[in-house]
């Protein structure tokens, strides 16, 4: 009667192994993710990323879902929406599973970006031509407003408001501003899918990421005003600021960064 149920267990077991693989038609809800802490400089490098997935079985090898990344770090954020195509080669009715993916998608990033001063080149453009359009000035006058003008404008750009009468200079405030930029990015993938039951399944997979990265800038633009021009005197005052972040002007500063990530994670088929 033992060797009978034993039989009938180990029965069971194989017939379990048999479907603990996904069919056509099934759906899947699933998580991975990692944390990288390095050996050197851990509180200002450590990063985690989690990435939430669903999709839908179009055949028991072929798969595709949407997934978003998510991911955190000191001083920096970014979300991500990709479309998910996976092929599974594994053994039919084996309970490992492993596939290769492919991953394009968009990535949203918000970076700690330090803050450049800038002079409104109107605003420049409008008090030289003041200066120079002045009929009270002799033009050894006009020569010495535009010289200071101009060290007036390149002291604030560099963080300096310099005063007319003393050598002495005060801080113009910039510091940081966190700036929001989208991206494209694409992944590949390898990975292995072990199923724990018919519906659970541990994952792990190599993903390597190449995202084609945008500069983020990001510029507080002050204008020159209250300009007081007389054969006498000269003094220039700033206004502002108004604030102006995104991407670099002209879209020309773009950087590609590829990313290698090995992730670990759980899934849920039903």
């Not at 990709?82 to 290769?100: I, T």
């Amino acid at each position: 009667m033992r060797r009978l149920l034993g039989l009938a267990s180990l029965v069971i077991v194989l017939s379990g192994s048999m479907t603990a693989q996904q069919e056509k038609g099934d759906k899947e809800i699933a998580f991975q993710g990692t944390i990288s802490i390095p050996f050197e400089g851990a509180s200002d490098n450590t990063f985690g990323t989690l990435v939430p997935r669903f999709g839908y079985f179009l055949s028991a090898r072929n798969f595709i879902g949407l997934e978003n990344d998510d991911i955190l770090g000191k001083g920096y954020q970014a979300a991500g929406l990709n479309l998910l195509y996976r092929f599974y080669f594994g053994k039919r009715g084996s309970r490992f599973q492993p596939y290769l993916g492919l991953a394009p998608g968009i990535l949203s990033q918000r970076t700690d970006v330090d803050v450049q001063i800038v002079v409104s080149s109107s605003s420049y453009n409008a008090a030289f031509n003041q200066i120079a359009s002045a009929t009270n000035l002799t033009a050894a006058l006009k020569s010495s407003d535009e010289k200071f003008l101009n060290n007036e404008v390149q002291a604030y750009e560099e963080g300096c408001f310099l005063s007319s009468t003393t050598a002495s200079c005060t801080t113009v405030p910039s510091g940081i501003r966190k700036v929001t930029t989208g991206d494209f990015q694409g992944s590949g993938e390898f990975g292995i899918k072990f199923y724990l039951s018919r519906k659970f399944a541990f994952e792990t997979s190599y993903r390597l990421t190449y995202v084609h990265q945008s500069a983020p800038f990001a510029q507080d633009i002050y204008t020159v005003t209250n300009s007081t021009l007389t054969p006498t005197n000269y003094l220039v005052s700033f206004g502002g600021p108004t604030h102006s972040d995104g991407q670099a002007p002209g879209g020309a500063k773009f950087k590609q960064e590829a990313n290698n990530l090995l992730l670990f994670g759980f899934a849920y088929v039903f």
